[in-house]
C-alpha cells in the first residue's frame, strides 16, 4: 500500500512519500524534485511538467499553466476574466457554465475542462511516485490552500479521481505545515500543560495563507487561519512584467503584450531578476536577445527599487497576521515561534515585516518548498493502515461560518441558524432535528461573503425526501446529520425519520403546551460524531445546546407555560432512513466524470505510444552514433577493413534516412531498422566483449587451479589439516585439475594465435563453465570436514563438584551466556547461582606490558556459586559450596570461600543464602579490594604451576601468556609482583573456570561487548535519519561517536556507498562526524554480494595506500606482493613469477633496469627536479652513468635544436658555428639565408642582402659575435 503526499502548487508541485522508515521528497524524470505545474498539448501527445515548461515559449499557445485558482468557478467569474488577460493562452466556457481550456491537441481544437487539466497534472506526479515506490500508487493527500470554498474543494476531488488516485484528505496546506514541524518535536509540552504556540506563515505563488497552532505532546490543534489570495509571488512577477514593458514600449518603442511569446519570456526572465535580487543588493542588469522584432533589450533594477515598485504590495503583509492575532486573542508575548515557508517568503523585504510585526527572529526549520509535500505524506501515513506512525491527532478548522436556511411554515417565510461558526473545529458532525410533514429542502451557504475569496456564497441545496407525517397525523421527527469531512467539505451525510409504532399500555402521553408547529419551528443539534480533543469544555457544550427558531416571545411564553410533571410514556420507535437529492455548485455529474475519466484513459494510452515511438526512433540514432565512434576505436582490431567500410556506409544511410523518410515512421519500422543495423555491429561487438571479459575468465580459473593444486601438495606433504581425505577422492581431484590445467593452455594458446577479427576460439561462457565444472568435481572433497572427536565422558555430580573440583580449569568459557542481574539453576537439596558483581562505572581493565593499554568495561563474567543445602535447611547445619570464577585467582576465591564461612558462623541457622548472593554481588570487589583501574599484567610462568600470580587481597586480575620471555623481564616482574601464596594456603573450595592456557583478554572484553549490545537491543532510540523510534535490534550505533540509525536508512546508505565504490567513506551521516562504520556491521546490513565487494575494495584501497605493495605484472595475474626493504626482487605468491619491483620486468638482479629511447629522453627533467633522495633512488634504479649520458645528451639535443636548421632544399641539418649568413648545404651544396631559410643564387649569392628589398637587406652578418680582429677588418674593408 502506497504512502504518498502530493504538494498541488500554482506553479510547482512537490511529491513525497513514506519509505525505509521515513518521509522522502522524489525526483522527476529529469533528477529534480520540482514539477512544474505546466501542461503542453502537441499534434501527437502530451507533455506535464518539466517537458512542457521547456515549451512553453515554442508552443505558448497550447501550454496551460496558472489555472489551479481555476477550480469551481464559472467562465463569468470576474477573477477568470481578469486573469484572462494576463495568460498566453485561450479560455473556453464548458457547457455547464464552468471554465475550459483551449488547446490544439492531436492537430484539432480541444476544450478541456480544469478538472481534467488537473487530472493530467497528477497523473505525472503519480508516475513520479511509482517510479520511485516501484509499485502502484493509489491512496494520497492531495494539498489545497486553505481559503478554497467548497465548490472549488469538490473540483479538486473530481480531479483526483480523473487521475485514479483515492485521495484519503484534502488537507490546507498550513496544517501540512503544522504537522511536518511537530510530529518530529520532542520537547512539547504534556497534554494537560499550556500549549506551545506557533504562529506558520505561508507566502506562495498565488496566494499569502497564516495559521495560528498549539502543540501539545501527541497532537496540534488549529487556533485560526487568515489569508490575502491576492498576495503572492506571482503579483510581485507582474508588477516587474508590467515595468519593464512600460519600460521598453518607451526606450524600443515595442508592444510587449501584444506578442505572447515576448510575454512568456519575459515573465520568466522577470523571475529570475526576482529571486537575483533577494540575495543581492545592488544593480542586476536584464538582458533579452533578440526580444522582439530581432531587437536585444536591457535594462536594471536594483532591490530598493523594486521594493518602492512593490510597496503596495507590501503594505498587505500585516493584514492576515493582526487578523489572526484578533481571532485568537493572544498577546505577542505568547507566541513561542514564528515559521515561515513558501518560495516567495525569501523576499526580504517580506520577512523584514513579519519579523517586525512579531518582533522576534524569523524560524526557518523547515524546507521552504518541501514542507507542505511532508506534511501531506505524513498524514496519509497517519490514515494507512500501512504504516505504523506516532499517535499525533491532527484538530483543523472550519475557514468561514457556514449556515443553513430552510422554509418555515409557521412564518410562512425563510429560517436560518448558524450551523459550524468560523474556527469552528473539523471534520465535525452534528445532528439536527426537524418536525416535519412533508419533503423540504436545506440550502447551505458562507456566512460573510465578503470574507470570501469566491464570488457565491451558497454552498448548495440539499432535498430530503420520502418525509411523512406521522400515523396521528402529527409531524414526524426528522434527524438530519451535517458534516465537514476531512477534505473540509461540507454535506448532509444522512438524514432519518423517526416513527413512533406504538405507546404502552398503563401509560397516557405527557401533555404539553407546545405545538406542531412551533416543533416544525425546533432545530437541535443532538451530539457530534467526532468529540473533540479534551479540554474543549466550550465547544462540547454548544453541541448539546437547543437552537429555536421562533421569535423571543414564543420563546418567552414557551418558558412560562412549561407542562406539569407527568410521567414519561414508553414510546417504541423506527428509524427510516431518507433520500437526500443533493444539488451542489460546479459538481460534476457521474456521467460526466466517467467520460472524463475514459479520455484521460485514452490520452495517456496515446502518450505511451508515442513514447514508445520516439524510443524506437532515439535508439537507432542513439546506435548509429555509438557505433560510427566505435568502429575507428575500441572495435577497430575487431573487424577487418571491408567489413567496417561497408558497416559504415550502412550507418551513414541510416543517418541520412533518419532525417528525411525515416522522420515520422511507425515504431515497428525503427524496431525492424535497428534490427538490420545490429546483425551486421552485433558480431563485432560480441567479439569485443569476449576479449574484455576474457582474461578476467581465465583468471579466475586459474586461480581455481591453483588453490587446488595447493591443497593436493599439501596433503601430499601430510599436512594435518587435510590428513583426513580419502586418498582415491584426492588422486580424482589432481586428474581434475589436471585436464583444466592442459584444457587452459591449450584454449590460451590457440586464442592467442588467432586473429581478433575472426570469432574466438573459447568463449566466456565455456570458461565459466569449466570454473564451474572444476568447482563442483573438487570444493565437495577438499572441504570436508574432519571427523569430530568425542570427548571422554566424565562421571559429574548433579549439582557440580563440591569438594576439590579436580579439572574444573578446563570447563568452557560461558562469555555468551546472556546473564545481566544473575541467574539460579537448583534442584532439592541444591544448586548453581551466577552472579554478575555490581562494577563501578569507571570500571577498566588496565594492560601494562611496553606500552599501557586502557579498557572500559561494565560487564565481568559472572561468579558461580555451587551449594548443596542440608534437608532441614534452615538449620545449624553448615551448607556445601563452591566458588568458581574465570577472572579471579584462586587465593582471591579462597579470601571469598573463608568470609563466606564467616558470615555462616554470624548468622546460624538463618536463610544464609541470601546473605551470601547479597555479599557476593555488592560487597565482594570491595572486601578484595579489587578497584578501578583493574590490571591484567601479562607475564610469563612455569610449566604446570598456576598462571596467576597475586596474593589475595591484590588490587589486579593477572592474566598470564603462553609465550616464554626473556630473563631480565622476568626479573622486573618478580620485583612487581608478590610471589604466590602455597598451595596449603589455597581453599580446594576455589575453582578456577579457565583454562590457563587461553588468553584472557579476548575473553573479557567478548563478554563485556555482548552484554553491551544486548542492552543496546532493548533500548529505544530514535533514527538520526528518519526521526521513527526503534529498539536497539532494529538500529545501528557508531562506535567512536555513539550516534545512532535505524538499519533499514544505514542499509540503504552503504548500498549506495558501495555501488559507487566509496568504502572508505562509510562514515557516521552526522555532518563532520569522523566515525567509521567496522566491517562487521557492514556485513550485518548488506548481502553476500555486496560485501564481497565491499571487502574488495577496501583491500584494494589498502593496499593502493601501502608504499612497500606493488603488483604483479604478469597477464592474467595481478595480485599484491609486499616487497621486503632493500631488496628490488618481488616474487608473486600466486603464480611464482620473480620481477623487478622498480621496473616491472623479470628480475635482472643487480643490473640496472633498462630504459627505451624515448624514456630517456624524458629522464633528464625528472632528474634534475628530483630531490636528493629521488636521485639516489634513479641512480640505483638506472645506474649513474646512465642518467649521466641521458643529461649529456639532453644538452647536446637541445643545443642542436637552437643552433641548426634544415637546408630548404633538401632537408638536411645544418650548423652553424661561426660566420656570415650565406649558408652552403653540405648534402646538396644549395646556398641559403640562415635568416629567412630563403634560396640564393648560385651566380651571384649575396645580393640577397644588398637588395634594399629583401627582408634581409643587410644583414649578412647579422647575430654574428665579431672579435675586434674581425671587427678592423670590416671597418677597414667598408
Known sequence: MSVVGFDLGFQSCYVAVARAGGIETVANEYSDRCTPSFVSFGPRNRSIGAAAKSQVVTNCKNTVQSFKRFHGRAFSDSYVQSAKSNLVYDLAQMPSGSTGIKVMYMEEERVFSIEQVTGMLLTKLKETAESALKKPVADCVISVPSYFTDAERRSVMDAAQIAGLNCLRLMNETTAVTLAY???????????????????????????????????????????????????????????????????????????????????????????????????????????????????????????????????????????????????????????????????????????????????????????????????????????????????????????????????????????????????????????????????????????????????????????????????????????????????????????????????????????????????????????????????????????????????????????????????????????????????DWQLSSEVLNMFVENEGKMIMQDKLEKERNDAKNNVEEYVYDMRDKLHGVLEKFVNEADRDAFSLKLEDTENWLYEDGEDQQKQVYIDKLAELKKMGQPIHERYMEAEERPKAFEDLGRQIQMYMKIIEAYKAKDEQYDHLDELEVTRVDKHVNDAMVWMNSKMNQQNSQDLTLDPVVKVEEIKAKTKEIYSACNPVVSKPKPKVEPPKEEKTENGPVNGQEGTENQPFRGQESVVRGSVRRNVNGGEIQLCLELPPDFKIVVKGEKQTDYNVCFLPPLVLNFELPADYPSTSAPVFTVSSKWMTRAQMSSVCRRLDELWEENQGCVILFTWIQFLKEEALDFLGIKSPLEVIRGGSKAGSERRKMDP?????????????????????????????????????????????????PQLLDFDEAQRQRVFDGKVFCCGICFVEKLGSDCLCFKECQHVYCKACMTEYFQIQIRDGNVQCLNCPEPKCTSIATPLQVKQLVDEELFARYDRLLLQSTLDLMADVVYCPRQHCGTAVMVEPDTTMGICSACQYAFCTLCKLGYHGLSHCKINADELRNLKDEYLSATAEGKKFMEQRYGKRVIQKAVEESFSRDWLNENCKCCPRCGTNIQKVDGCNKMTCTSCKQYFCWLCLGLLSRVNPYSHFNNPHSPCYNQLFHGVDLDEEDAFWSDEED
Open 182 to 584: 511537530g510530529i518530529y518535536k520532542q520537547d512539547l509540552p504534556a497534554p494537560e500543560e499550556k500549549p506551545r504556540i506557533v504562529v506558520f506563515v505561508d507566502l506562495g505563488h498565488s496566494g499569502y495563507q497564516v495559521s495560528v497552532c498549539a502543540f501539545n505532546k501527541g497532537k496540534l490543534k488549529i487556533l485560526a487561519t487568515a489569508f490575502d489570495s491576492e498576495l503572492g509571488g506571482k503579483d510581485f512577477d507582474d508588477i516587474l512584467v508590467n515595468h519593464f514593458c512600460e519600460e521598453f514600449g518607451k526606450k524600443y518603442k515595442l508592444d510587449v503584450k501584444s506578442k505572447p511569446r515576448a510575454l512568456v519570456r519575459l515573465y520568466q526572465e522577470c523571475e529570475k531578476l526576482k529571486k537575483l535580487m533577494s540575495a543581492n543588493s545592488s544593480d542586476l542588469p536584464l538582458n533579452i536577445e533578440c526580444f522582439m522584432n530581432d531587437i536585444d533589450v536591457s535594462s536594471k533594477l536594483n532591490r530598493g527599487q523594486f521594493e518602492e515598485m512593490c510597496a503596495g504590495l507590501l503594505a498587505k503583509v500585516e493584514g492576515p497576521l493582526r487578523s489572526v492575532m484578533e481571532q485568537t486573542k493572544l498577546k505577542k508575548e505568547d507566541i513561542y515561534a514564528v515559521e515561515i515557508v513558501g518560495g516567495a517568503s525569501r523576499i526580504p523585504a517580506i520577512k523584514e515585516r513579519i519579523s517586525k510585526f512579531f518582533g522576534k527572529e524569523l524560524s526557518t526549520t523547515l524546507n521552504a518548498d518541501e514542507a507542505v509535500a511532508r506534511g501531506c505524506a505524513l498524514q496519509c501515513a497517519i490514515l494507512s493502515p500501512a504504516f505504523k506512525v506516532r499517535e499525533f491527532s491532527i484538530t483543523d478548522v472550519v475557514p468561514y461560518s457556514i449556515s443553513l436556511k430552510w422554509n418555515s411554515a409557521a412564518e410562512e417565510g425563510l429560517s436560518d441558524c448558524e450551523v459550524f461558526p468560523k474556527n469552528h473545529a473539523a471534520p465535525f458532525s452534528k445532528v439536527l432535528t426537524f418536525y416535519r410533514k412533508e419533503p423540504f429542502t436545506l440550502e447551505a451557504y458562507y456566512n460573510s461573503p465578503k470574507e470570501l475569496p469566491y464570488p457565491s456564497a451558497t454552498i448548495g441545496q440539499f432535498l430530503i425526501q420520502n418525509v411523512v407525517p406521522q400515523a396521528s397525523g402529527e409531524s414526524a421527527k426528522v434527524k438530519v446529520k451535517v458534516r465537514v469531512n476531512v477534505h473540509g467539505v461540507f454535506s448532509v451525510s444522512s438524514a432519518s425519520l423517526v416513527e413512533v409504532l406504538k405507546t404502552a399500555e398503563g401509560e397516557e402521553p405527557m401533555e404539553t403546551d407546545q405545538t406542531p408547529k412551533e416543533e416544525e419551528n425546533k432545530m437541535q443539534v443532538d451530539q457530534d460524531e467526532q468529540k473533540l480533543q479534551a479540554g474543549d469544555n466550550g465547544d462540547k457544550k454548544s453541541e448539546s445546546e437547543e437552537m429555536e427558531t421562533t421569535t423571543e416571545d414564543a420563546k418567552q411564553e414557551k418558558k412560562n407555560d412549561q407542562p406539569p410533571q407527568a410521567k414519561k410514556p414508553k414510546v417504541k420507535t423506527k428509524t427510516v432512513e431518507l433520500p437526500i437529492e443533493n444539488n451542489l
Open 953 to 1001: 587481597a591484590a588490587t589486579a586480575l593477572t592474566q598470564c601468556g603462553s609465550h616464554s620471555e626473556n630473563a631480565e623481564d622476568k626479573k622486573r616482574e618478580v620485583k612487581k609482583e608478590k610471589s604466590e601464596p602455597p598451595t596449603s594456603q589455597l581453599d580446594p573450595r576455589a575453582v578456577l573456570l579457565m583454562d590457563p592456557r587461553v588468553d584472557l583478554l
